[in-house]
């Protein structure tokens, strides 16, 4: 016990300091992305309330930009809440690896599973060893501080900047395509680029109004084709890469 | 301006609904795979889902976002080609650094949006 609360200190504070360590990298990445954010927020007509709010409670970086999107549109609940489905499903898979074992603490851990996002993932992914809960704990809440200063700082360089700046929501599609290049490395995905083409094209015949929406379904529908379709031909296990 | 042309500010209300429903939502899909881990990590379908998945939902919102903006009344078709053209041609040649990609592509919509007739 005496030994225990001698030394506990001293390896926490380490293991705090490690965290923080880690979060610099994606931090550099999350401030400027976060400040874009609270710009584009306020040029859009958001009131600046929502950025914290969004950047706190609603933490997934890219589909953030959309929502502000959305939202100055008035875009429907079902759309909203389908589109995050779909843009985030692919947190369902950081489970697998993520070390939210080391986390005892039910609040604690709640907090760690809300602030799982891709660049958390991809720190824990990069060192898989050695991780502890105030390594884990300091690490994401670092991350998610670096992304809501950025948004403030948005929010101050919006209100210094007068009136609204022509053309600067060109950013959200840019982002968006970057995203897109960023995932069709390999031959293998330019199918599911191909089959959203065609997602987004019956979508616009078939509901002009609920592209999106509608573009998703079709999409998951066609993807699901795809899927059993291959199965019969045996053709998955290459694609599945296991 | 994409999608908001014609829009004012949005309700406090619809705000704070939009940002329960991103918690619930993406809170379920990264909380629920620790419960049911093995099960899913056993699931051929969700495996090459998650394979398939990202690359066709990103393009599909690129897509969409592109066809809004083209949609816009005040917008150009050349300016946004020639926009879209600058933020591939520096994700692919520079290095695939997300930043100066978007910030590329948007200073050169800005300036032909602004300075450009």
Redesign the interface.
């Known amino acids: 016990m005496n030994n225990r609360s001698w030394v506990a200190p001293q390896s926490r504070r380490h293991e705090i300091l490690t965290g923080l360590k880690l979060g610099i990298g994606p931090g550099l990445?999350l401030f400027?992305?976060g400040i874009?954010l609270g710009l584009l927020a306020l040029q859009?007509?958001?009131?600046a309330w929502?950025v914290p709010?969004?950047s706190i409670?609603?933490?997934?970086g890219s589909?953030e930009f959309?929502?502000i999107?959305?939202?100055?549109?008035?875009t429907g609940?079902l759309t909203?809440?389908v589109t995050?489905?779909?843009?985030?499903?692919?947190?369902?898979?950081?489970?697998?690896s993520f070390p939210?074992h080391v986390v005892k603490n039910p609040i604690a851990k709640f907090y760690s599973?809300?602030a799982?996002i891709d660049e958390a993932y991809a720190v824990t992914a990069a060192n898989p060893t050695g991780w502890t809960a105030a390594r884990l704990l300091s690490l994401q809440i670092s991350m998610h501080c670096y992304w809501v200063a950025g948004g403030l700082v948005g929010i101050a360089i919006a209100t210094a900047i007068p009136g609204t700046?022509?053309?600067?929501?060109?950013?959200?599609?840019?982002?968006?395509?970057?995203?897109?290049?960023?995932?069709?490395r390999t031959r293998e995905?330019?199918?599911?680029?191909l089959?959203?083409?065609a997602?987004?094209l019956a979508a616009?015949l078939i509901t002009p109004n609920q592209?999106?929406f509608a573009?998703?379904i079709i999409?998951m529908a066609l993807?699901t084709i795809?899927?059993f379709t291959?199965?019969r031909k045996g053709g998955?296990y290459d694609?599945?890469?296991? | 301006m994409i999608m908001l042309a014609t829009s004012g500010i949005p309700a406090t209300g619809y705000i704070i609904a939009v940002l329960a429903i991103m918690f619930v939502v993406t809170f379920t899909l990264r909380a629920l795979p620790f419960a049911i881990l093995a099960k899913l990590r056993e699931s051929t379908f969700v495996n090459v889902m998650a394979l398939w998945m990202p690359a066709g939902i990103l393009g599909l919102l690129a897509i969409a976002l592109f066809y809004s903006t083209y949609s816009s009344p005040e917008s150009e078709l050349w300016k946004l080609l020639v926009a879209v053209v600058v933020t591939v041609a520096s994700h692919l040649l520079l290095g695939r650094r997300t930043l100066a990609s978007i910030g590329l592509g948007t200073l050169t919509y800005v300036v032909l949006v602004n300075f450009v007739s």
Do not use: K
């Open positions: 990445g400027p992305l874009a859009s007509g958001l009131p929502a709010a969004l409670f609603g933490y997934a589909l959309l929502m999107d959305m939202m100055t549109a008035g609940l909203i809440a995050t489905f779909f843009v985030n499903f692919r947190h369902v898979f950081y489970a697998f939210l599973m809300h799982l700046i022509a053309g600067l929501d060109f950013a959200l599609l840019a982002l968006f395509i970057t995203l897109t290049l960023d995932a069709v995905q330019l199918p599911s680029l089959i959203a083409t997602a987004f616009l592209i999106i573009g998703m999409f993807l795809r899927y291959a199965r998955l694609h599945a890469g296991n």
